[in-house]
């Protein structure tokens, strides 16, 4: 992993929250316990993040942008039948077939059972997420 890192120089990310959001304690404190098992260079997705913390969006107005973006990509990903707001989404993150906002990551869609069929424990879900 370091020299995979090395390599291509990966960025790293700092997570910024809208204030009030219930699930930052519980990501947060999964990034905190990553960092005191001292597991630096093991994994991917924990060692690029150098911070998690909460933010305003009155100081922050572009937390809701981010925001939105996230929103659209994840109803993207979980490909919901009859889902009234997936055309919407799709104008922002795009479609195979048409760009949004972003361009379409070729993201394929799955659902929370699929995933949980493909990974049969829960540490191997947590990586895969």
Do not use: C
């Not at 973006?69 to 109803?75: D, E, L, N, S």
């Not at 009859?82 to 799709?90: E, I, Q, T, V």
């Not at 059972?113 to 540490?123: A, C, D, V």
């Amino acid at each position: 992993m370091r020299r995979y890192d090395e390599k291509h120089k990966i960025e790293r990310a700092y997570l910024f929250y809208d204030q009030d959001e219930p699930f930052i304690d519980s990501i947060r404190s999964r990034w905190r316990r990553h960092k005191k098992d001292n597991k630096v260079g093991l994994n991917l997705f924990w060692d690029r993040i150098t911070n998690v913390q909460p933010v305003d969006m009155r100081d922050t107005p572009q937390i809701q942008l981010a925001d939105m973006v996230a929103w659209g990509a994840t109803r993207r990903i979980l490909n919901l039948p009859d889902d009234n707001w997936a055309r919407f989404a799709d104008s922002l993150v795009g479609t195979r077939q048409q760009n949004g906002i972003l361009p379409f990551t070729q993201v394929d869609p799955a659902s929370e059972s699929e995933i949980r069929k493909r990974y049969s424990s829960s540490n191997e879900i947590d990586s895969a997420l």
